[in-house]
C-alpha cells in the first residue's frame, strides 16, 4: 500500500481562524503542521462580516459581565457559563493582540479600535443596544483571516494544502494522527501526531438556503462519530434571519445595528411587536422567527417567503426619529448614502451584483438563511474533546471554532461570538496542546492498516456500478431538512425526515461517479463529503426530534414553551455503523445566572 | 435563456493538449457561470474540475478566463456574460486540470514581498492608535482575497513569470502604506528589484480584472513614487 509518512508533534485539520490561530500559538512551543482541503485565505471564516465582540468600551460604558450576561441570554441559558465567561473576559485582550498582528480595523475619531451595535449585545442597566462589535468595513472575518495567514507566513507555520482529511487515527481510544488525500495527485498521506485538532468549521449545506461555502461539510464532526463518539447540542442550528433572497448570502446584522429596519409585504416594520425594547437588534432566533411568522401570516412580499431589509438613508433616519436614537453625545443618529456605501461596501457589491438592488435607494429583500452549528464535538474549555456524557476526555484530540462545542453559543449564538469563539478558544487550544504534547511521547500506529481502511473506502466510491447520484442524494437531504427541521419543527414532520434520511442514506451506498482518476478528482472527493453531510443531518434531525421544548434556536410548534425543568441538559449523539442513534444527556454549567423568561 | 458553454478541457492522466467541449444549457439570466458549471459537474459530466468554495466572490477560488476576461464565476452573471460564454483557465500559471492551474508561483511571488506586519516595539496595553485618515491610506489594498485574476491577466507576467505581479504588489501596498508598521524599507528594496514594480507597463488590465474593485494600477503606481521619493 502506497503512501507518504510525515510526523508531527501537532496537526491542525482547517485553516479558518480557530486552525490558524491554534497553529500560530502551537507553533511557536513544538512542531505544528496545518492541514487544509482549501488555500487557507478560501477558508469561510472571510465571509464573516459585521465584528468580532469584546467589552472595549471605545465609545460607550461596557463591561466583560454585560457581554458574558448578553451571550448567556442569548444562548437562551443552555451555554455552559463558566466558558462564556471566560471568553468574554478574555474578548478585549485577544481583540488588542489581533490590532498588534496589524489587523486594519475601522478607527474611531480618537484613532481606537471602532465599535458598532449588533443583535443581542446590550447595556445591562439601560437593556439598550451597546456598540461592542470591534469592525472593520463590513469584512471583519476576512480581515482576521488573512492577519492570522499573513502571521503564520511570518512564523513558517508548516501548511499542507489543498489536502483533505479522510480518517482520523484512533488507537486504544486515543488520537494518533490522520489520514489525507493529497487533491492534486489523489495520493494518501499519515500525519503521525502527538495532538490532532479538528477546525473544520460548519456544515450548513445540510440546508437548501445557507450561508456557507458549499466546501464546509462538517469532515471534523462526522468523522469523530464514525469513530464511536458523540456530537453535542446537533439540534440547535442558527438560521441568521437575512440572507439574501433565494441565494442565502449573508447579509450582516451589522445593516440593522446601523439602523436598517425590517418591513414586510404590508409596509409595516413589524419587529416591535415581536421585541419591543431592541426591535430589529433581538437575537437571531427571534428575528428569525419573527420573519417566519410574518410569512406564514401571508405578510411576505408578494406573498413569497421573504420581507425586505431597509437600509437607505430615508427610511433609517425616519425611524431614528421615531426610536429617539440617539448617539452617545446626545445628537440624534443620522446616516447618509456615504455611509452605507463605505461601512457597508462588500453588501453593497452583493445586493448590485445579485439581485441588481442598491442598498442606498432600494430596501433588499431577504429571508433566513441556513448560518451557524452552535453544536459539535464537545470538548471541555481547553479544547480538548469529550469521550462521552460524563466528561472523560479523548487523548490526542482536540477541537475549536464552528465544529466545536464548548459550550459558549448554547441554543443561539449572538452575531460577533463566533469570531470571538474562534480566536479565544484557537489561541487558548494551541496553548494547551503546545503544553500537552511537550509531556508526551508518539504512540505507536499502524499506518499501514490506517491507509487500507481509507483506500477501501475510497474504492467502494470508485469501483461502484450503482444507480444513484451523490448530487441528487445531497439534494434530496437538503429539501427535507429545510421542509421539516428548520426554523419551526413538529414531531410528525422530524419523524417523517428521519424516515426520508434513513432511505437517503441506503441509496447512498449505491452512488456512482464518472472521474475514476487520481489528479484533482473533486468528484469523488464530493461523493465522499455527502456520506459527512447525511450522517450529520440525520443526528440533528434525530437531537431535535428528542427534545420536546421550544428553547433558542430549536423551536417546536408541538412543545412551544422552554422547559428549565425537563430539558435544561446538553444532548450527547452517538450513531453506530448500523445507523443507529443513541441519545444522552450532560447538565448545564451555571455559575451564577439562574434561567429567566426571555424577552428583548 | 439558452446558454451555450465552451470549455477548455484537460485531463494530465489522459489528454496530450488541452480541446474545446461545448454544452447547451438551460439557465436563468440571474444564475452564476458556476451555477452552470456545477449543474455540468453534478448532472452531466462529473469529470469537469474546477475550485469554488463560498460561491459569492470573498473567498477567490473560482477565478477564471470568461469570454476572455479574467472573472471569478460566482460573481459573473449570464445577465451580464451573455448567453454563449467561453470558459478558460486563468493564463500564466501551470494547468493541473480543466479550470485548475497551479497556484503555487503566484503564492510564491505573494510571500516574497513580506506580506505580514512589522513592527517590533513593544505592543501597548491596550491598541496601537491609528487615525481615521492614515486608516483610508490603505483601505483599498486591505480588499484583496488573492484570486489571481489580475496578475494573471497581465501581459509582462505571462511573458515574463519571474516577475512579482500585481497581487504581491497589493499585498505589500497594504502594509506599505500603513501608519503602524515598520517594513516599508525592506519591502520598497525588494519591490525595486528589477523584477519588481518597474516591470509594470501601466496596462490596466489587473485594474479591470480585479472583483473586488480595487484600483490595482493606482496602487502599483503609488509604490513606484514611494520608491522614487525614499530613495531622493
Known amino acids: ?600 | 435563456m439558452q446558454v451555450t458553454l465552451k470549455i477548455q478541457r484537460f485531463n494530465p492522466e489522459k489528454d496530450s493538449a488541452p480541446y474545446w467541449k461545448e454544452y447547451s444549457l438551460d439557465m436563468h439570466p440571474n444564475d452564476r457561470v458556476l451555477d452552470a458549471l456545477l449543474y455540468i459537474k453534478n448532472h452531466i459530466d462529473g469529470t469537469l474540475t474546477m475550485r469554488s468554495s463560498c460561491a459569492h466572490g470573498i473567498c477567490g477560488s473560482d477565478a477564471m478566463r470568461i469570454n476572455g476576461v479574467n472573472q471569478l464565476a460566482c460573481k459573473s452573471l449570464f445577465s451580464k456574460v451573455g448567453n454563449n460564454v467561453t470558459i478558460e483557465p486563468i493564463a500564466g500559471l501551470p494547468v493541473i486540470k480543466d479550470l485548475v492551474v497551479d497556484m503555487e508561483p503566484f503564492m510564491e511571488h505573494y510571500r516574497s514581498v513580506l506580506p505580514f506586519f512589522i513592527n517590533d516595539d513593544p505592543a501597548p496595553e491596550k491598541e496601537r492608535l491609528q487615525s481615521e485618515e492614515d486608516r483610508l491610506k490603505f483601505e483599498e489594498s486591505t480588499k484583496c482575497i488573492l484570486c489571481a485574476c489580475c496578475t494573471t491577466s497581465c501581459p509582462t507576467f505571462w511573458a515574463t513569470d519571474a516577475y512579482v505581479g500585481p497581487a504581491a504588489i497589493v499585498q505589500a501596498h497594504r502594509f506599505i502604506f500603513d501608519s503602524r508598521d515598520q517594513g516599508s524599507q525592506q519591502r520598497l528594496e525588494i519591490l525595486a528589484d528589477p523584477d519588481g514594480v518597474w516591470r509594470c507597463r501601466t496596462i490596466f488590465n489587473c485594474t479591470n480584472a480585479c472583483p473586488r474593485e480595487i484600483k490595482v494600477t493606482e496602487a502599483i503606481a503609488e509604490v513606484k513614487k514611494e520608491i522614487l521619493f525614499s530613495k531622493l
Open chain 1, 1 to 600: 500500500m502506497q503512501y507518504h509518512y510525515h510526523k508531527h508533534d501537532v496537526i491542525i485539520v482547517g485553516a479558518g481562524g480557530a486552525g490558524l490561530m491554534a497553529a500560530l500559538y502551537a507553533g511557536k512551543e513544538v512542531d505544528t503542521a496545518v492541514i487544509s482541503k482549501l488555500y487557507p485565505t478560501r477558508s469561510h471564516t472571510g465571509a464573516a462580516q459585521g465584528g468580532v465582540g469584546a467589552a472595549l468600551a471605545n465609545l460607550e460604558e461596557d463591561h466583560w459581565e454585560w457581554h458574558a450576561y448578553d451571550t448567556i441570554k442569548g444562548a437562551d441559558f443552555i451555554g455552559d457559563q463558566d466558558a462564556i465567561e471566560f471568553m468574554c473576559k478574555d474578548a478585549p485582550d485577544v481583540v488588542y493582540e489581533l490590532e498588534h498582528m496589524g489587523l486594519p480595523f475601522d478607527r474611531t475619531p480618537d484613532g481606537k479600535i471602532s465599535q458598532r451595535r449588533f443583535g443581542g449585545h446590550t447595556n445591562n442597566e439601560t437593556k439598550q443596544a451597546v456598540m461592542r462589535a470591534c469592525n472593520s468595513a463590513d469584512r471583519t472575518g476576512h480581515m482576521i483571516l488573512q492577519t492570522l495567514y499573513q502571521q503564520c507566513i511570518k512564523h513558517n507555520v508548516n501548511f499542507y494544502d489543498e489536502y483533505q482529511m479522510l480518517d482520523l487515527i484512533m488507537v486504544d481510544g486515543e488520537a494518533r494522527g490522520v489520514v489525507a488525500y493529497e487533491i492534486d495527485t489523489g495520493e494518501l498521506h499519515v500525519f503521525h501526531a502527538k495532538a490532532v485538532m479538528l477546525a473544520t468549521g460548519g456544515w450548513g449545506p445540510v440546508w437548501n438556503i445557507t450561508s456557507n461555502a458549499h466546501t464546509l461539510t462538517g469532515d471534523g464532526p462526522a468523522l469523530v462519530l464514525r469513530h464511536g463518539l458523540p456530537l453535542e447540542d446537533m439540534e440547535f442550528f442558527q438560521f441568521h434571519p437575512t440572507g439574501l433572497f433565494k441565494l442565502g448570502i449573508l447579509i450582516t446584522e451589522a445593516v440593522r445595528g446601523e439602523g436598517g429596519v425590517l418591513i414586510n409585504g404590508k409596509g409595516e416594520r413589524f419587529m416591535p411587536k415581536y421585541a419591543p425594547t431592541v426591535k430589529e437588534l433581538a437575537s437571531r432566533d427571534v428575528v428569525s422567527r419573527a420573519i417566519y411568522m410574518e410569512v406564514m401570516a401571508g405578510n411576505g412580499v408578494d406573498g413569497k417567503d421573504y420581507v425586505y431589509l431597509d437600509v437607505t438613508p430615508e427610511t433609517v433616519n425616519h425611524y431614528f426619529e421615531v426610536d429617539d436614537s440617539r448617539l452617545p453625545n446626545g445628537e440624534i443618529r443620522k446616516i447618509d448614502d456615504h455611509f452605507v456605501k463605505t461601512k457597508l461596501e462588500d453588501i453593497s457589491d452583493f445586493c448590485r451584483t445579485y439581485v441588481g438592488v442598491d442598498p442606498t435607494k432600494e430596501p433588499i429583500p431577504v429571508q433566513p438563511t441556513a448560518h451557524y452549528a452552535m453544536g459539535g464535538i464537545p470538548t471541555d474549555i481547553d479544547t480538548h474533546a469529550l469521550a462521552n456524557e460524563k466528561g472523560d476526555l479523548v487523548p490526542g484530540l482536540y477541537a475549536a471554532g464552528e465544529c466545536g462545542c464548548i459550550s459558549v453559543h448554547g441554543g443561539n449564538r449572538l452575531g460577533t461570538n463566533s469570531l470571538l469563539d474562534l480566536v479565544v478558544f484557537g489561541r487558548r487550544g494551541g496553548k494547551v496542546m503546545a503544553q500537552d504534547v511537550k509531556k508526551m511521547e508518539f504512540k505507536p500506529i499502524d499506518a499501514e492498516a490506517a491507509v487500507a481502511k481509507v483506500r477501501a473506502e475510497l474504492d467502494a466510491i470508485l469501483n461502484n456500478t450503482g444507480t444513484e447520484s451523490h448530487a441528487d442524494i445531497k439534494q434530496e437531504m437538503k429539501n427535507i431538512m429545510t421542509k421539516d427541521v428548520s426554523v419551526f419543527r413538529v414531531e410528525e414532520g422530524m419523524a417523517e425526515a428521519v424516515q426520508k434520511l434513513r432511505e437517503l442514506r441506503e441509496r447512498y451506498k449505491h452512488i456512482h461517479i464518472d472521474d475514476k482518476g487520481k489528479r484533482f478528482n473533486t468528484n469523488l472527493l464530493e461523493a465522499w463529503q455527502v456520506g459527512n453531510l447525511l450522517d450529520l443531518a440525520l443526528v440533528t434531525a434525530e437531537s431535535a426530534l428528542a427534545r420536546k421544548e421550544s428553547r433558542g434556536a430549536h423551536a417546536r410548534d408541538d412543545y412551544p414553551e422552554r422547559d428549565d425543568e425537563n430539558w435544561m441538559k446538553h444532548t450527547m449523539v452517538y450513531l453506530d455503523a448500523d445507523g443507529k442513534v443513541t441519545l444522552k444527556y450532560k447538565p448545564v454549567t451555571v455559575t451564577k445566572y439562574q434561567p429567566v423568561k426571555r424577552v428583548y
